[in-house]
């Protein structure tokens, strides 16, 4: 649940921090995992200029800290109804969405402590996308509830109601090569509906809108901007669509159910995440065609995302009852 792109783009200076990271060395295995200190997924993000990977909780109240390789760096605890991760544009902060506080915690990705908490009502704020320096949220308590807000990366200009009357939190996405646009999907719904907002003055407008398929699961632009890819139940492939005006751009034949989908900030490739053993398949930049597949058995939803340089990605799976269990995949 993503985003941001779910993780920013490197500047000269983010990559003379990355060198100085834990990168994952080049002769490590293809794959490997590691079991987090969690025991359910919400959300996952990757911060390149620190070299740390976040995981989110709603049920554990925490977020989990690993360096790139997968290893333990902290747990940030008492937050409660741990969902939505964001990163800001300057890489100092990450966001948490406080589902069971009616708040959004901000905390220092420096020294992994929690800096200050935004208000922003009670209700139950879920998914984070970050645009035109302002963090979008989605949320909702109750069914047809719900709705999207926003609050200033500072803390200020708190408000609900800019998008409002949906059955659950959307899901959100937003892409740097196309601010002030933002993809919202509808989850747990058949059909399922896609919108893609634009902001004008203080609010937000129907720029387009669409059914895309069933159980929608993940939304996410391409790396220019130009597409928004859809995981779903139905069909099996990963959507795209033109973000302008949602017409049909082509499908990755991805099987039955997928569930997450990603693209690489740095080689634009794509990752797609289905509900089968072989859950995790990598397509080249303008291809269609798979370059590398990977088991990550049960994989959870929006549980993907890149890591620097497009070099490694990430993914969270888990059978229930058992440790989180983050997924480290050569690309």
């Known amino acids: 649940m993503r985003k941001l792109n779910r993780w920013l783009t490197a500047t000269a200076m983010t990559a003379a921090l990355i060198a100085a990271t834990a990168l994952p060395a080049v002769a490590e295995p293809p794959q490997h995992t590691v079991d987090l200190a969690l025991t359910s997924f919400s959300d996952i993000a ?23 390789s997968g290893n333990a760096v902290a747990k940030l605890s008492n937050l409660p109804g741990a969902t939505g991760l964001a990163l800001s544009p300057d890489g100092g902060t990450v966001f948490v969405a406080l589902s069971q506080f009616g708040a959004i915690a901000a905390v220092d990705t420096l020294t992994l402590t929690e800096r200050t908490r935004y208000p922003v009502g009670e209700v139950c704020p879920s998914d984070l996308a970050i645009t035109s320096n302002r963090l979008y949220f989605s949320y909702g308590c109750t069914t047809w509830g719900a709705g999207i807000g926003r609050v200033g990366l500072d803390g ?32 747990s719904l058949s059909p399922s509906d896609l919108r893609v907002l634009r902001e004008e003055g203080d609010g937000l407008v129907l720029q387009a809108s669409r059914d895309a398929g069933s159980n929608l699961a993940d939304v996410e632009f391409s790396k220019d901007g130009s597409q928004v890819h859809v995981a779903g139940g139905a069909p099996y492939q990963i959507q795209s669509y033109t973000s302008d005006t949602l017409a049909v751009r082509g499908s990755y034949n991805t099987g039955p ?75």
Do not use: C, M
Request: aromatic fraction near 8%; proline fraction near 8%.
């Open 46 to 68: 990757v911060d390149p200029t620190l070299g740390h990977v976040f995981v989110s909780s709603k049920l554990d109240n925490a977020v989990a800290v690993t360096d790139l």
């Open 156 to 187: 200020t200009g708190a408000r609900t109601g800019l998008a409002f009357g949906h059955y659950s939190p959307r899901q959100l996405a937003t892409s740097p090569a196309r601010p002030g646009l933002l993809a919202a999907g509808q989850p």
């Open 257 to 331: 159910y997928p569930v997450a989908v990603a693209t690489s900030a740095d080689s634009g490739a794509l990752a797609a995440g289905v509900n089968s053993d072989t859950s995790v398949r990598i397509y080249p930049a303008g291809s269609l065609d798979q370059s590398r597949a990977y088991e990550v058995p049960h994989l959870h939803q929006a549980s993907l995302a890149w890591g620097p340089g497009g070099r490694w990605l990430y993914a969270v799976g888990n059978r229930f009852g058992s440790p989180a269990t983050l997924h480290v995949l050569s690309a």
